[in-house]
């Protein structure tokens, strides 16, 4: 039977636009579907720079404006891979023409902005998802996969790390391309909605909703100047963030996040203490769970660290061989393989936009309570379970 094809429109190919194209090159080779992923059209203003992406990664043809190509009837899914104050504008526009939408997090500017996002979807009854990567690390889905079997009874504690230090300059500015998230109009936020989001979205899929946060904000560096104007201007982004909740569930979490720690690239790390088991992880070594079992026999019991590759291991069977293991863009093509999943059942993908909405909200509370030094409540979406 022939297959359906879906028909990619690419908005921005930085980073994130690599990281999805190779994702839509990869998935048909390991992840048999009913659907032929198409490159058909890649968006950017600079019409030469769009070309020579488009001929590397093999888009049939560009545009250089990104109404245009959501205008487009050859297109079925837009993917929104452009910095974060555009995200709404293009998604909105894209659900008004009927698209299926992927989008880069966190999902709006802010919460007020993301709920604007989760109306249009929902009143154009649009597939939707966004590209919160990291639960679709075969270690972070198995550490799922654990904790909804029940295994570590009661969680007590949540805790996440995401450290970086690529800001610690004074002379590094602020602004432009590159450097948009130095700049709170484009980014919405610094390490908060940038870093904290990816840490807030595995949290709440891991242990459930956040029932309210405390927090502390700091901005280390006052003025940079910045690259569009030349001027010197005041900083106004979070440079680093740290707060603490209460999860729905009872139990409690702490999270920090900066890009001034000296000598960490992208640590992203989690723990959950359950009455039973615990959990580990680290982005630095993301093939790998650890888990300890209060179970195991009393002189052999501590922690043990699972190499995440065997064929029974999520996604790790449409690979290689067992001991081979996967790396960071293998997460996103497990994010289509979701997309692809929720077409075919008809339910849709998570994370989706009500879940980037949830996120949002946990954001938005944690830079009020930053601000007001006060334990803020947090909103939910309607109907998020
Ligand atoms: N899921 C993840 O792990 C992850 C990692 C990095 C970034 N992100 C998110 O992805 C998004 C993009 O980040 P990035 O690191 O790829 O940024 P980037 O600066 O590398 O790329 C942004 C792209 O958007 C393009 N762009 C900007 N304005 C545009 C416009 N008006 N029309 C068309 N294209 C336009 C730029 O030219 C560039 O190609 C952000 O929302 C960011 O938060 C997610």
Same mark, same amino acid.
């Given at each position: 039977?022939?297959?359906?094809?879906?028909?990619?429109?690419?908005?921005?190919?930085?980073?994130?636009?690599?990281?999805?194209?190779?994702?839509?090159?990869?998935?048909?080779?390991?992840?048999?579907?009913?659907?032929?992923?198409?490159?058909?059209?890649?968006?950017?203003?600079?019409?030469?720079?769009?070309?020579?992406?488009?001929?590397?990664?093999?888009?049939?043809?560009?545009?250089?404006?990104?109404?245009?190509?959501?205008?487009?009837?050859?297109?079925?899914?837009?993917?929104?891979?452009?910095?974060?104050?555009?995200?709404?504008?293009?998604?909105?526009?894209?659900?008004?023409?009927?698209?299926?939408?992927?989008?880069?997090?966190?999902?709006?500017?802010?919460?007020?902005?993301?709920?604007?996002?989760?109306?249009?979807?929902?009143?154009?009854?649009?597939?939707?998802?966004?590209?919160?990567?990291?639960?679709?690390?075969?270690?972070?889905?198995?550490?799922?996969?654990?904790?909804?079997?029940?295994?570590?009874?009661?969680?007590?504690?949540?805790?996440?790390?995401?450290?970086?230090?690529?800001?610690?300059?004074?002379?590094?500015?602020?602004?432009?391309?590159?450097?948009?998230?130095?700049?709170?109009?484009?980014?919405?936020?610094?390490?908060?909605?940038?870093?904290? +989001?990816?840490?807030?979205?595995? +949290?709440?899929?891991?242990?459930?909703?956040?029932?309210?946060?405390?927090?502390?904000?700091?901005?280390?560096?006052?003025?940079?100047?910045?690259?569009?104007?030349?001027?010197?201007?005041?900083?106004?982004?979070?440079?680093?963030?740290?707060?603490?909740?209460?999860?729905?569930?009872?139990?409690?979490?702490?999270?920090?996040?900066?890009?001034?720690?000296?000598?960490?690239?992208?640590?992203?790390?989690?723990?959950?203490?359950?009455?039973?088991?615990?959990?580990?992880?680290?982005?630095?070594?993301?093939?790998?769970?650890?888990?300890?079992?209060?179970?195991?026999?009393?002189?052999?019991?501590?922690?043990?660290?699972?190499?995440?590759?065997?064929?029974?291991?999520?996604?790790?069977?449409?690979?290689?061989?067992?001991?081979?293991?996967?790396?960071?863009?293998?997460?996103?093509?497990?994010?289509?393989?979701?997309?692809?999943?929720?077409?075919?059942?008809?339910?849709?993908?998570?994370?989706?936009?009500?879940?980037?909405?949830?996120?949002?909200?946990?954001?938005?509370?944690?830079?009020?309570?930053?601000?007001?030094?006060?334990?803020?409540?947090?909103?939910?979406?309607?109907?998020?379970?």
């Amino acid at each position: 039977m022939a297959k359906k094809q879906l028909r990619i429109g690419l908005i921005g190919y930085g980073f994130m636009g690599r990281a999805h194209s190779n994702a839509y090159a990869q998935v048909g080779h390991f992840f048999p579907s009913s659907y032929d992923v198409v490159l058909q059209a890649v968006c950017g203003r600079d019409a030469a720079a769009a070309q020579t992406f488009a001929d590397k990664w093999g888009y049939k043809s560009i545009e250089t404006d990104w109404k245009k190509l959501i205008a487009r009837d050859d297109i079925d899914v837009i993917d929104i891979a452009t910095p974060n104050n555009l995200h709404g504008e293009q998604a909105i526009a894209a659900a008004k023409a009927g698209k299926a939408i992927l989008c880069e997090k966190p999902l709006g500017l802010n919460a007020p902005d993301a709920l604007k996002m989760v109306e249009a979807v929902e009143k154009a009854k649009v597939p939707n998802m966004v590209w919160y990567n990291y639960r679709r690390c075969p270690a972070v889905t198995l550490a799922k996969q654990i904790i909804d079997s029940g295994k570590l009874g009661r969680v007590f504690h949540y805790r996440a790390n995401f450290l970086q230090d690529w800001t610690i300059s004074p002379d590094l500015p602020q602004g432009g391309a590159g450097l948009w998230r130095l700049d709170a109009k484009v980014s919405g936020s610094g390490v908060t909605g940038d870093l904290l +989001a990816h840490c807030i979205d595995t +949290a709440m899929w891991l242990n459930g909703g956040i029932k309210d946060v405390t927090a502390m904000t700091e901005t280390f560096i006052k003025e940079r100047k910045h690259t569009l104007t030349g001027k010197t201007e005041k900083v106004t982004i979070d440079d680093a963030c740290s707060f603490m909740c209460h999860f729905d569930n009872g139990s409690l979490g702490l999270f920090e996040s900066t890009r001034y720690a000296r000598g960490h690239k992208a640590l992203y790390t989690f723990e959950i203490n359950g009455e039973n088991m615990s959990l580990k992880w680290d982005l630095h070594d993301l093939h790998r769970l650890q888990i300890f079992d209060y179970a195991d026999e009393g002189t052999e019991r501590g922690w043990k660290s699972v190499h995440v590759s065997d064929g029974d291991h999520p996604y790790c069977g449409n690979w290689w061989v067992p001991g081979l293991q996967l790396g960071y863009e293998h997460s996103f093509v497990h994010q289509v393989v979701e997309f692809i999943k929720g077409l075919e059942s008809g339910k849709g993908a998570r994370p989706n936009f009500k879940d980037g909405l949830a996120c949002d909200y946990v954001v938005d509370a944690v830079l009020a309570s930053g601000k007001k030094k006060t334990w803020e409540k947090v909103p939910k979406p309607k109907g998020w379970k």
